[in-house]
């Protein structure tokens, strides 16, 4: 069936390091939204990537979307400590279909 | 700006109890979603509405059902609860053939059987 692979499940950092975490469909994708959760709290989007080789920046974050459309990642740049939380990718794989989520990185950031 | 609420926010229910999860998508958004989300896991797709038709079915037990209204709030249904449904369930909406189709969620009916 339809399934977003999503690693690491973990990553600690401490402030001011990089953070990446990566998305990986085996087929291709319609578009791949990110979502950030804190905990306790509900999924809150963060962007939504649609064409293929596509490159889109929201201050510390840059997110990617593969050339085959099957891949993405999340880089943010200098964690701090309020990048806190798990991100996750969700794909679609027909215009307007429903969200797969993958597993979620969980993001801990030591001061 | 009016966001999606669901009510009610937390429900204690007995094993083989019944209950009842609302939705108010916000204005004007056509589809509906809902998920399921364990501790520690990434949220499950049980069911989508597009104006208030079933639009998708995911992993959701015979035991739930859910249905639009004709005001587009949603309710999910939940029958013969077992210990294991215990979760946050979220509810989220989105406008279907907007370019950008974000689903804004819910804060979540966490729901708990004992």
């Known amino acids: 069936g339809q399934q977003v692979m999503q690693i690491p499940q973990y990553q600690h950092v401490q402030e001011g390091e990089d953070f990446t975490t990566y998305c990986n469909s085996s087929t291709t994708l319609s578009n791949i939204q990110w979502y950030k959760q804190r905990p306790g709290g509900h999924p809150v989007f963060l962007i939504q990537l649609v064409k293929s080789g596509e490159v889109k920046k929201q201050k510390r974050l840059t997110f990617q979307f593969g050339e085959a459309k099957k891949n993405s990642s999340l880089h943010i740049t200098a964690t701090q400590t309020t990048d806190v939380g798990t991100y996750f990718c969700?794909?679609?794989?027909?215009?307007?279909?429903?969200?797969?989520f993958g597993q979620g990185t969980e993001l801990s950031v030591k001061p | 700006a009016a966001g999606v609420i669901q009510s009610p926010r937390h429900l204690i229910k007995e094993k083989r109890e019944t209950a009842t999860l609302k939705c108010y998508p916000i204005?004007?958004?056509?589809?509906v979603y809902w998920y399921q989300q364990g501790p520690g896991q990434d949220p499950q797709f049980l069911i989508s509405?597009?104006?208030?038709?079933?639009?998708d079915k995911g992993s959701i037990p015979d035991r739930f059902s859910a249905q639009q209204f004709s005001d587009y709030h949603s309710e999910l249904n939940m029958s013969s609860l077992e210990l294991g449904d215990s979760a946050l369930y979220f509810c989220?909406?989105?406008?279907?053939?907007?370019?950008?189709?974000?689903?804004?969620f819910g804060q979540g009916t966490r729901l708990t059987v004992v």
């Open positions: 989220a909406s989105s406008l279907k053939g907007h370019l950008n189709t974000e689903a804004f």
């Open positions: 969700a794909a679609t794989y027909n215009q307007g279909g429903k969200l797969i």
């Open positions: 204005p004007r958004h056509d589809t």
């Open positions: 509405f597009y104006e208030k038709m079933q639009s």
